[in-house]
């Protein structure tokens, strides 16, 4: 399968499933589900996705048959090992605890495991809960650990990274020869028990001390299992690129080399993959959006895509980034660099004075950015301008005037509308040559940062609405409301701070939240109230169906504006180009959404778990 089309094993994995339920309680073999199934797979292919099917709960294998688990007695679920050696079954969606394991009635399987469960006839209970015996263990919750090498016995064992790792682990061997106790180091666990009842694992990568420069971002690497080298195939595949864009790349795309068009970020970043531009009409003010046209690059179903879906998204730490694709594009021909030509996707939005959206139009395009500009050297312009400023930067003046205007105007129809606006403070890292920490001060938000954060929510409800008109499938960015019980809690914590949440019967909307944050604008508890409301705030999601945006107040919202580090921005583009060249419904990707939908929620939130984790170590 390594030449399917992301999510294509998902589509397949129903179709066997499906099959497999067909069979009942007779089951089937690997070979009669390759010829009932369906699907186009070989027999090697389909035994793997039935053990996926297995590690998810829904299928078993006993003694070379196949078997829907809905149809067994068994049952699928996680180990909780007690004091004492004897464990829990935690089973169904929730992980509650179902079923007592006697200690002698694990059969190797370890603390986390996904094991599959055969229920006891044996009457009585313990814990209140049935016995139960481990049948098979399904999936091992731990194969590698990451953390320190500590002098023990003299050996060594692993003291865990993550302190909830609940494992005592003895180090057969040496360390490598450059390694020290102390140093950090990669384990794989061994199927044998080690010294004084602790689990048995070998040194498999030294990542070494923590003060030695870059060794936190590999251990916070090691220990999420995000990829760090691109596999050989993808670097092949952009051997040779081209430095700028050529005459053929450009040709039947709209030319906008000779507009005012700008990027605005951060001083040390190296990408830039989305830039703007704004005129003044009879009306109001038409605004383009032009992001990078990754999708010119990378081609559905090739190396590069494969390996973008793997990884699913960027990781941003305070040294680098862990780019989603190979820096030849992240940082080259992707990059939107200025006076060089580059492909791009435009979006037109005209907007009238009262901030409202009137018109909208998406063309390929290419650019040349008249400037790489930063959030503090726009704020400097717009909020302490200088004289010689006109004549330095020309147009560019002009146009950020016009940006800021425009801003004010869309942030205040969304905020009347009832979207959130969340003003927590942040902080920036300054690092030494050594990657530590040497100062922690306020993160600005500037009048730049508003402008590039209107404008992008502006531009992605565009997307989100031009792939509703033509009924066009992607993946949305989508936001559920707060459940009732968190509500509850949110509301007695404000009102314990002298802040009261306003009645939501017959449904609660955001309008009710941004109140509580006005009102607490500019107090010494402001911080506090945005804390707690953002807690009560339910996690945004990536969905193949595009159900709202609760914080921005939405009924559809999807992500457009940054193809070269989010995998779903990616599809996003694909689509809207569908759009553009008059292509039909691609109904093979529609089936496939579902699955690319968890996917990048997985990795979105691995992400964001690594980031934080770096960040937390640092300060």
């Known amino acids: 399968m390594s030449n399917e089309l992301p999510g294509h094993s998902e589509t397949e994995k129903r179709r066997l499933f499906e099959a497999l339920e067909g069979r009942g309680k007779k089951g089937a073999q690997v070979g009669e589900l390759v010829e009932t199934s369906g699907t186009d797979l070989e027999p090697a292919d389909v035994a793997e996705l039935l053990r996926e099917l297995e590690r998810e709960g829904e299928a078993v294998e006993w003694n070379g048959r196949w078997y829907a688990l809905r149809f067994t007695r068994w049952v699928v679920g ?103 106790p102390g140093d950090y180091v990669v384990a794989e666990l061994l199927d044998q028990p080690g010294r004084r009842g602790h689990l048995a694992a070998r040194v498999t990568e030294l990542l070494g001390d923590d003060d030695a420069p870059g060794v936190d971002m590999e251990v916070v690497l090691a220990h999420y299992e995000i990829p760090d080298e691109f596999p050989g195939q993808v670097l092949e595949a952009v051997e040779g690129a081209p430095e700028d864009p050529g005459p053929d790349d450009l040709a039947g795309r709209r030319d906008l080399s000779r507009d005012t068009i700008v990027t605005i970020d951060g001083e040390s970043a190296r990408d830039f993959d989305d830039a703007i531009s704004v005129e003044e009409t009879d009306r109001g003010f038409r605004l383009g959006v032009h992001i990078a046209d990754v999708s010119h690059y990378v081609a559905e179903g090739s190396a590069l895509d494969r390996e973008a879906y793997r990884r699913g998204t960027s990781v941003y730490f305070p040294e680098r980034a862990v780019p989603m694709l190979p820096e030849v594009l992240s940082n080259g021909l992707c990059s939107l660099r200025p006076d060089v030509p580059r492909l791009t996707v435009s979006v037109f939005l005209d907007i009238d004075r009262d901030g409202e959206v009137v018109k909208r139009r998406f063309a390929k395009s290419w650019i040349k950015s008249h400037r790489r500009m930063t959030y503090r050297e726009v704020a400097r312009l717009l909020e302490e301008p200088q004289p010689g400023d006109e004549e330095e930067y020309g147009d560019v003046l002009a146009m950020l005037g016009r940006a800021q205007k425009l801003m004010r105007k869309l942030l205040d129809r969304r905020l009347a509308a009832g979207s959130l606006d969340f003003d ?3 902080v920036d890292l300054q690092l030494d040559a050594r990657g530590r920490v040497v100062e922690i001060h306020p993160a600005e938000r500037t ?25 066009m499938p992607a993946l949305h960015r989508v936001h559920p409301p707060p459940d009732e019980s968190t509500l509850e809690e949110t509301k007695a ?11 939501y019967q017959g449904g609660v909307n955001p309008e009710i939240f941004q109140r509580v944050l006005s009102q607490a604008h500019g107090g010494d508890r402001e911080s506090l109230v945005s804390t707690l409301v953002l807690r009560a705030m339910q996690r ?24 070269i580090r989010r995998y779903p921005d990616l599809i996003v583009h694909r689509q809207l180009k569908r759009i553009l060249d008059g292509r039909r419904d691609d109904a093979d990707l529609r089936r496939r959404l579902p699955a690319m939908a968890e996917h990048t929620r997985t990795t979105a939130r691995r992400a964001e778990s690594a980031e934080r984790e770096l960040v937390k170590w640092k300060k």
Not at 493 to 503: C, F, K, V
């Open 424 to 426: 927590l403070p942040e």
């Open 540 to 563: 945004a999601v990536y969905s193949a169906e595009g159900t709202g945006h609760f914080a921005l107040s939405l009924g559809d919202y999807a992500h457009f504006t940054s193809p």
């Open 78 to 180: 996680r180990v909780e090992i007690l004091r004492g050696g004897r464990a829990l079954g935690r089973t169904g969606t929730e992980e509650e605890a179902g079923y007592f394991i006697p200690k002698g009635d694990l059969n190797g399987a370890r603390d986390g495991d996904l094991v599959l469960l055969k229920p006891r006839k044996k009457k009585g209970k313990q814990h209140g809960l049935p016995p139960a015996s481990v049948a098979k263990i399904l999936e091992r919750r731990f194969r590698r650990v990451v953390g320190r090498a500590v002098p023990w016995h003299g050996g060594f064992r692993l003291e865990p990274f993550d302190p909830r790792t609940n494992l005592d682990v003895d180090l057969r061997g040496s360390l490598p020869k450059e390694g020290k």
């Open 493 to 503: 914590a404000l009102a314990a701070i002298g802040y009261t949440l306003a009645s």
């Open 447 to 471: 009048v730049a940062h508003r402008i590039i954060e209107e404008f992008m929510i502006t531009a992605n409800r565009a997307a989100a609405r031009e792939l509703d008109s033509h009924e």
